[in-house]
């Protein structure tokens, strides 16, 4: 069936360095993509999303990318702090405020 | 600017019991969806409701309703309640659900147990 997917389940890296998160996905009829962040205790907070019809998008930090050719979606993390470590998700939105979530990636950054 | 504010944050029901959760949204915002999220099957959509009117249903079974007033507060119901209920129940608003974008704003949830 249809299903937003993630390549792993946690990922670590020291802090300073650049993330990578990434997420498969299978339906290509969905017109956003989007990247959320869930700190514990918290509900997801968007980080940044991008159109179907687009490869990239920048923003504070965090970099997003598209392949629709091979249905993959990343999230760049420049110059990781402490406090990024959290689930991040992606999700494609399907309809009204439907979104279909990933699993979710536990990135932790070490010190 | 207020959050999306959830009530109660935490609340414990046994089997064959009900339960309702109330969202209130941003304010400004008339869109508001319901996500559960539980370790086994993460975050699932459960509805979505727009100027009073369900718009959109995700794959749950009938015992799972809502309703959305006319001041964009939310409700959702759980009747009979099965010990898979077990979840954060999450509420999320936004200006309207065919703004093209995909941001939602998320309260931080009910966390709702079922013995």
């Known amino acids: 069936g249809e299903s937003v997917g993630l390549h792993l389940p946690t990922l670590s890296v020291q802090e300073g360095d650049n993330s990578i998160i990434n997420c498969a996905y299978s339906?290509?009829?969905?017109?956003?993509f989007i990247w959320y962040k869930q700190e514990s205790g918290k509900g997801p907070q968007f980080i940044i999303d991008?159109?179907?019809?687009?490869d990239k998008r920048q923003g504070q930090r965090v970099t997003v990318l598209l392949n629709k050719t091979v249905k993959h979606l990343s999230l760049q993390i420049a110059a990781t702090q402490p406090g990024d470590s959290a689930v991040y998700f992606c999700a494609e939105k399907t309809g009204f405020n439907d979104m279909r979530f990933g699993a979710g990636t536990r990135l932790t950054v070490k010190p | 600017k207020a959050g999306v504010t959830q009530t109660p944050r935490y609340l414990i029901k046994t089997r064959g019991q009900q339960v309702t959760l109330s969202c209130s949204p941003i304010?400004?915002?008339?869109?508001v969806s319901w996500y559960q999220q539980t370790p086994g099957q993460g975050l699932q959509f459960l509805f979505e409701?727009?100027?009073?009117?369900?718009?959109n249903k995700g794959n749950f079974p009938g015992r799972f309703s809502g309703r959305q007033f006319s001041n964009s507060r939310s409700e959702m119901n759980v009747s009979t309640l099965e010990l898979g209920d077990s979840a954060l129940y999450l509420c999320?608003?936004?200006?309207?659900?065919?703004?093209?974008?995909?941001?939602?704003?998320f309260g931080e949830g009910s966390r709702l147990t079922v013995l």
């Open positions: 304010s400004g915002h008339r869109s």
């Open positions: 991008i159109r179907s019809n687009m």
């Open positions: 339906n290509s009829a969905s017109d956003y």
């Open positions: 409701y727009f100027s009073e009117t369900q718009r």
């Open positions: 999320a608003s936004s200006l309207d659900g065919q703004t093209n974008t995909g941001e939602l704003f």
